[in-house]
């Protein structure tokens, strides 16, 4: 009998998928890294399980303690997904912009949800990631994960994901792309990849209004401004993005991102969200200048589903100027 003994032991061995229509006229290869379909459909799975299990081994996290947590959304429900397998109790906290579909989803799996508004700046007390802390301070002996601080949340990328792509590319690829939130997901996969070949590109997309770009380009931190896309930009810089690793940071507007998401589900039959179109675009703009040996991966972040009322729903679109 072939069977596995929990969801867990799903996660990550996430397949390449070509595309064929939305990259009509480029000479590359362009593959998307199928992370949707992780058990808990979006790559934070990896490093939900992960950090789980590397503040089990350190002591950290001990039977019957709490996991606190700041998030977007996806690693809360990779972290959610993992404590549910595990036995642990699970605080969420994010702001007022993410999904009803994403607070939904972890409250199914057991998750208490805490909603933080979306306006609150940095230095509030209901600054999403300082509200986590708190509850996490007043919770004696709990585990506050701290993705955008924790290094196995690169490391896990380093681990699998930059494996996966190298062996299932036959060491062929050229041009690596992901978005840019905590920094994990590109800054692990460079690792891995970079030393395997220091000329693969590493290219990270950041939403207008994000830091992420300025700071590589400059050094300074440019001014914020609210954007649509969820998952990824950040208004500060955090430890674990390795910028001596990623080449260029290129800037992907909503409208952009948004109906490349939507063209990715009609067309490729991908269905994902706008970090994911994102991703794509920035994908298909390098693609313009290369030629037929590029071989292209970039990741397909999480599932649609997660945006049925914003990125696939025509009267949020229109509300909010898209079409």
Not at 11 to 36: D, F, H, Q, R, Y
Request: overall charge neutral.
């Amino acid at each position: 009998m072939k069977y596995y003994n929990n969801v867990l032991e799903l996660i990550g061995k996430t397949p390449l998928v070509k595309l064929n229509k939305v990259n009509k006229g480029l000479k590359p290869l362009i593959l998307a890294k199928m992370e949707s379909l992780n058990p808990g459909a979006s790559v934070k799975d990896r490093i939900g399980w992960y950090m789980i299990e590397a503040a089990e081994k350190s002591g950290e996290l001990k039977p019957g303690s709490t996991i606190v947590e700041a998030t977007s959304g996806n690693t809360g429900i990779g972290l959610a997904l993992t404590a549910a397998v595990k036995g642990y109790k699970c605080i969420i906290v994010m702001t007022s912009k993410i999904s009803m579909e994403k607070r939904n989803y972890l409250k199914a799996l057991g998750a208490e949800v805490v909603i933080v508004p979306r306006e609150a700046p940095p230095d509030s007390p209901d600054y999403y990631q300082n509200k986590a802390k708190a509850i996490a301070d007043s919770i004696p002996g709990s585990f506050y994960a701290n993705q955008y601080e924790n290094p196995n949340n690169p490391m896990i990328h380093y681990l699998t994901t930059g494996p996966e792509i190298w062996e299932d590319t036959e060491g062929k690829i050229t041009h690596f792309i992901a978005g840019i939130g905590t920094g994990g997901t590109i800054s692990g996969t460079a690792k891995y990849l970079k030393e395997k070949n220091p000329n693969i590109k590493i290219i990270g997309t950041d939403p207008i209004g994000s830091v992420y770009k300025s700071y590589k380009e400059t050094g300074k931190l440019s001014e914020i401004a609210p954007y649509l896309i969820e998952g990824v930009g950040s208004e500060n810089i955090t430890s674990i993005v390795y910028f001596d690793l990623i080449d260029k940071i290129v800037n992907i507007t909503d409208k952009e991102s948004i109906l490349m998401c939507r063209r990715l589900t009609k067309e490729e039959g991908i269905f994902c969200g706008s970090s994911t179109g994102m991703i794509a675009c920035a994908a298909l703009n390098e693609a313009k200048e290369l030629g037929e040996d590029a071989v292209i991966v970039f990741t397909v972040c999480d599932t649609g589903e997660r945006y049925l009322t914003k990125y696939h729903n025509e009267e949020w679109l229109k509300e909010n100027n898209i079409i």
